[in-house]
């Protein structure tokens, strides 16, 4: 949960002889011989999506439900999150994802090889769905952030910290003033932000891949209105995902 496992990334093993969707368990196939690291576990931060897949595994085993069946029980239907559907599923209205060739023209990208795994993927949602998720996740999850990041953390990462899920720099007090991730796949470039303290939250989602840095106006505006610290910078933590 907070990236210091040391596992191997999965993308690092995809051969280019693959041609089919991996699943969660595929990806569990494919670093159980493994016997080496990055690092000791607990010594260094390293995102890894390859911990995320297992995790999925781990709920599915925990609760003895598909990890399709255990997030529409415990999460969406409880918060009402109709439009919020799986890799595979029928999707209303689905956007879909475009990337930049090498000349700069935008081609059509919208899946990979890795699009079906859902513990670091898979899901599909609204805008709408999402703030259902991001605004009453205390009820579902029986905690807020502070309380959570007490059991959780990682500081190994210089100048800020990582707990489930999330970034997070903390002011004197040891209370976050800035809660943050992004995301990124083949076809889709997304940010959230949120700002505890002023109650505010930013969510950009597009659908072009590598398209962060269209973030950055955001960013100088919510420093220039003293909503974040001059040095704050989401290229800092994205690169950490990367």
Same mark, same amino acid.
């Given at each position: 949960?907070?990236?210091?496992?040391?596992?191997?990334?999965?993308?690092?093993?995809?051969?280019?002889?693959?041609?089919?969707?991996?699943?969660?368990?595929?990806?569990?196939?494919?670093?159980?011989?493994?016997?080496?690291?990055?690092?000791?576990?607990?010594? *260094?931060?390293?995102?890894?999506?390859?911990?995320?897949?297992? #995790?999925?595994?781990?709920?599915?085993?925990?609760?003895?439900?598909?990890?399709?069946?255990?997030?529409?029980?415990?999460?969406?239907?409880?918060?009402?999150?109709?439009?919020?559907?799986?890799?595979?599923?029928?999707?209303?209205?689905?956007?879909?994802?475009?990337? *930049?060739?090498?000349?700069?023209?935008?081609?059509?990208?919208?899946?990979?090889?890795?699009?079906?795994?859902?513990?670091?993927?898979?899901?599909?949602?609204?805008?709408?769905?999402?703030?259902?998720?991001?605004?009453?996740?205390?009820?579902? #999850?029986?905690?807020?952030?502070?309380?959570?990041? *007490?059991?959780?953390?990682?500081?190994?990462?210089?100048?800020?910290?990582?707990?489930?899920?999330?970034?997070?720099?903390?002011?004197?007090?040891?209370?976050?003033?800035?809660?943050?991730?992004?995301?990124?796949?083949?076809?889709?470039?997304?940010?959230?932000?949120?700002?505890?303290?002023?109650?505010?939250?930013?969510?950009?989602?597009?659908? #072009?891949?590598?398209?962060?840095?269209?973030?950055?106006?955001?960013?100088?505006?919510?420093?220039?209105?003293?909503? #974040?610290?001059?040095?704050?910078?989401?290229?800092?933590?994205?690169?950490?995902?990367?």
């Amino acid at each position: 949960m907070t990236h210091t496992s040391g596992i191997i990334d999965y993308e690092e093993l995809i051969d280019d002889s693959m041609k089919i969707q991996l699943s969660d368990l595929d990806i569990l196939n494919m670093v159980k011989g493994i016997e080496k690291t990055y690092f000791s576990p607990g010594e *260094k931060f390293k995102y890894s999506n390859t911990a995320y897949c297992i #995790l999925a595994l781990i709920v599915e085993k925990a609760s003895d439900l598909t990890f399709q069946d255990f997030c529409k029980q415990y999460i969406f239907k409880p918060l009402g999150m109709k439009n919020t559907v799986w890799y595979g599923q029928d999707i209303n209205s689905r956007v879909y994802g475009y990337a *930049k060739d090498k000349e700069g023209k935008i081609v059509f990208r919208d899946q990979s090889l890795t699009s079906a795994t859902l513990g670091d993927g898979g899901l599909y949602t609204s805008l709408s769905d999402y703030s259902k998720w991001y605004l009453d996740r205390k009820r579902i #999850l029986g905690m807020d952030f502070n309380t959570m990041i *007490k059991s959780s953390s990682s500081t190994i990462i210089d100048q800020h910290a990582y707990a489930y899920g999330w970034f997070y720099e903390q002011d004197k007090n040891n209370i976050p003033k800035v809660i943050f991730h992004s995301g990124a796949t083949c076809g889709f470039s997304n940010i959230v932000i949120e700002i505890p303290e002023k109650e505010m939250a930013i969510v950009y989602f597009t659908n #072009l891949a590598d398209h962060h840095n269209s973030f950055l106006p955001i960013e100088n505006e919510l420093k220039l209105h003293g909503l #974040l610290d001059a040095n704050f910078s989401y290229r800092k933590m994205h690169d950490e995902t990367h």
